[in-house]
Structures are given as C-alpha cells and as structure tokens.
C-alpha cells in the first residue's frame, strides 16, 4: 500500500484527486493540505465524499507530509510548486505536479510564458507525464509534469500524425472548448452562472499559455519545429473538453492511413478509443472516465485532416492522468482506480 498527499486538495482538480484516490485499491490517502480549509474535514468542504474520505485538511508543512506520505500530488497554482518541490524531491518523495512548473524542459521557455524559474535545476529531471506517449521514462522518473487539459487533448490526437509525417508541421489550428471548470475554484466574473450560461466565447486567442506547452512538445516529439494556431472557448458546461484540430495533410494518405497510424500507435492504450467509422467524439461519453476518444475526417477537397477529440478536463486533463502516472511511476497497472465505466446517458 503506498501512502499518498494531495497537496492543494480543495481545488477543482485537488478534488477530483481526492474523489479517484479514495476508491484506489492501491494507496492510502494519509495527507490532504488546504489553506482555506485547514481544520475542516475534507466531506464537510465536499459532501459528496461522505463515507468514503474522512480526513481533516491540514496546513501544509514541508515536515509533516514528508513523514507520511511517500507519494505527493501538487494540486496548485503555477509558481507555487516550484518552491516545495525541491524539498519533498530530496526526502526520496515522488512527486506528479498539476502545474505549469514541471512541464517545460527549457527554464527559458517556462519564462517567457510564466515567469523565471526558482530551480531550474529539477527541469532536466522533471518527465513530461502525457502517459501514453512517454511511458517508458515517466516509469523511471521522481518528479512528473502532469500536462495541461488543453495540451493532453491537442496532443494525443496530433503526435502520431506528426511522427509518421502524414500531416505537415505547419498550418495546423487548434479550435479547442473547455467547461467552466477548466478555469479553477476561485471566483471569476467570466465564470460567473449569468456570464457563461448560454454563451459560447473565445478567451486569450492565440496568447494562451498552453500554446507554448503544446508546440514544445510537438517540436520534440516530431524532430522539427512545430507551429500552431491555438484558440480557446468557454463552453457552458461543467465539465469536458473538445478540440477540432485542422491540419494540412504532407502527401495523399487517406481516411484508411490515418486510422492505421492512431490504431497502431495506440494499440494497447487502454485508455485512447479510435472512431474508425468518422463519427465525432462526444464529452458527454467521457464523462467522469480517463478515457480519450478522437475521431477524423479528410475534407478531401481541401487536402486538410480533421482530428476531434474529447475528454474530461479534470479527469484526463487533470487528476485522472496524474493518477495514472502515479500508477507508472510505482509500477502498479496503469488503470489501477481509474476502471470507471462511462455514464450512458
């Protein structure tokens, strides 16, 4: 049984952590932190999790979670983890981080999206965790950058693609749609019931701090730079995520290559389902599941390849994947906690 702490557990994307440890036949939860909430139980902040998490949310002190934890998720703010990470790191902790912190291999890039970094030292150590295509390293890794949302469902779909060369390097855009809670638990006026109801908006269009994180990773994973155009929407739901990706196919593959290309590189990924028949992927069918489902279409007309993807934002884009590196990284079976079968309707 491997003791674990969520660190930053009354966030969103803490929360949910919470929500898919409790049930996780492989780990303790002996630590859950919380500056609001500290002294409060964690059931009494989310009822929903009575009778299945009755701890109390603590401060966070560096001592006492690296006492009884051995496993460490860091559910916080950019800038934030870089300042505790280096300690949990040096007391033998393994540690899966849901900031931007750890997901930048270059101190330079991470600065021009966010800010200089505090030890740039751990960045060449730190594994980026999208677990399907970097398996074999996040298995070896102490510390893992657990990707963005926005990234893991831009990503999955376009690295195979990209690796075979059946799409081209450039001209690629990104329509991507997100639920309101992509924005986090502190109170916005554009997440506000009134402002999002109803409405459909673009937000931070072509500015977005997932742009950097998504063409670095594609530049490395394809061995050539990788330009993309990435707009953003705030849809009005809850939860869910979809992006519809256009990009110019590099020579005359058809619907069959691109099927061929995603079923063969994802094969045994338990968690990626392949719409071989053109249908778009739907969030509601991901719902509360780690699973990714991408589909495409070729508008042969104009030579372009549509990928579509969907997922659910705090689950695979957030807490689901980070367990599941978790899973990686303690050798335990990847989906270990994360079996939940998809709601019908």
Do not use: W
């Amino acid at each position: 049984m491997i003791s674990v702490g969520v660190i930053g557990a009354t966030g969103y994307a803490g929360a949910e952590l919470v929500r898919i440890l409790a049930a996780h036949p492989g780990v303790e939860l002996t630590i859950l932190t919380s500056r609001k909430y500290a002294g409060k139980r964690m059931d009494d902040v989310f009822p929903a999790l009575r009778g299945h998490v009755d701890l109390r949310c603590e401060p966070f002190e560096i001592e006492r979670v690296c006492e009884v934890a051995d496993v460490v998720f860091t559910a916080l703010p950019h800038s934030v983890p870089m300042n505790i990470v280096p300690k949990l790191i040096e007391n033998n902790i393994k540690v899966i981080d849901l900031s931007a912190d750890f997901r930048f291999s270059d101190p330079g890039r991470y600065a021009s999206a966010y800010e200089v970094h505090s030890c740039p030292e751990l960045l060449e150590k730190a594994v980026y965790g999208l677990s399907e295509i970097f398996f074999e390293r996040i298995a070896e890794a102490e510390l893992v950058g657990n990707p963005g949302c926005y990234p893991t469902c831009t990503l999955l779909p376009l690295i195979p693609l990209l690796k075979d060369g059946i799409i081209s390097s450039s001209g690629i855009v990104v329509d991507a749609k997100s639920g309101v809670s992509g924005a986090g638990r502190g109170l916005s006026l554009t997440t506000h019931f009134c402002e999002a109801n109803e409405s459909v908006k673009a937000y931070k269009v072509a500015v977005h701090r997932h742009e950097p994180e998504i063409e670095s990773i594609l530049s490395q994973s394809a061995g050539l730079d990788v330009d993309i155009t990435f707009v953003p929407h705030l849809m009005p739901m809850s939860r869910g995520m979809e992006t519809t990706i256009y990009a110019p196919l590099a020579g005359d593959a058809a619907a069959d290559d691109v099927g061929a290309c995603l079923g063969r590189y994802y094969e045994r990924k338990k968690f990626i389902r392949i719409h071989t028949d053109g249908t778009p992927p739907d969030t509601r069918n991901v719902r509360y599941t780690n699973f990714c489902d991408i589909g495409y279409v070729i508008d042969k007309s104009n030579r372009r390849l549509i990928l579509m993807a969907a997922i659910d934002n705090l689950v695979k884009g957030a807490a689901g994947q980070a367990v599941q590196n978790m899973n990686i990284m303690t050798g335990q079976d990847e989906d270990c906690g994360l079996t939940t079968v998809p709601f019908p309707v």
